[in-house]
């Protein structure tokens, strides 16, 4: 194979790490990448998608109630656990020969309304199974010295085991002790409306009230 020929890529994940000083929880995932065929890379411009796939651990019992609203009951599971989408990012890799790494970040969202934040916050040991897909555009030297592009296949991909604890770590440094509710703002008017009329310091203090009114007295309107 002469050394114009179309780069041949392989992938692999090696690593997660916080990324330190992000505004938002941000996960960083180390990708190396190697050219095992054609010649050199001039530069690429690599698509990643990440999705969980779920089905590729076991899950103690007292994570299923927090599962059954994502996949149905433990007895469905054999049919229902699909994998779930994270995201998709899109990142610069420089001209390299042999081998080379790149990082791609990865924000963190809390927003418990997201399947896959459900997911995360229910998994609270051992690993997350996540597939990795990548795609994109490699750009390389022709043999009349131009530059050439050519596609990379969505069937390139790897696996990586992300421990459930690094992610939970992260949440908690910028969120300790707490979760994100989103309200519409009517109902966050109403709730407002009835933390003055009580005079309560927060919303907080208003939804505990009002979890100790139907916990004491269930039926009550």
């Known amino acids: 194979m002469t050394a114009t020929a179309a780069p041949d890529l392989a992938f692999a994940v090696t690593g997660a790490e916080e990324e330190r000083f992000a505004a938002l929880p941000t996960l960083r995932f180390r990708v190396e990448i190697t050219r095992v065929g054609g010649g050199s890379v001039s530069s690429v411009a690599l698509t990643t ?8 651990r076991r899950y103690p019992p007292r994570s299923h109630r927090a599962l059954a609203e994502l ?10 656990l699909r994998p779930l989408a994270w995201t998709r990012a899109t990142v610069h890799v420089p001209a390299f020969d042999v081998r080379t790494a790149v990082d791609i970040p990865v924000e ?3 927003d418990t309304e997201l399947a896959v934040t459900k997911y995360l ?6 690993d997350v199974p996540l597939d990795f897909l990548f795609s994109g555009t490699v750009f390389h030297q022709s043999e009349h010295g131009g530059l050439r592009a050519c596609r990379i296949s969505w069937s390139q991909d790897a696996s990586y085991a992300l421990p459930a604890a690094l992610w939970h770590g992260l949440i908690d440094r910028y969120h300790p002790g707490s979760a994100w509710l989103r309200l519409g703002r009517e109902t966050y008017d109403r709730l407002d409306e009835y933390r003055a009329g009580l005079v309560l310091g927060s919303p907080e203090d208003a939804v505990r009230a009002l979890l100790d009114r139907t916990l004491h ?4 309107p």
């Open 71 to 80: 996949f149905g009951a433990p007895e469905q599971w054999g049919g229902s």
């Open 121 to 126: 916050r229910a998994v609270d040991d051992g």
């Open 108 to 110: 963190c969202s809390y």
């Open 49 to 56: 998608a990440i999705r969980i796939d779920v089905a590729r």
């Open 217 to 220: 007295h269930p039926g009550t």
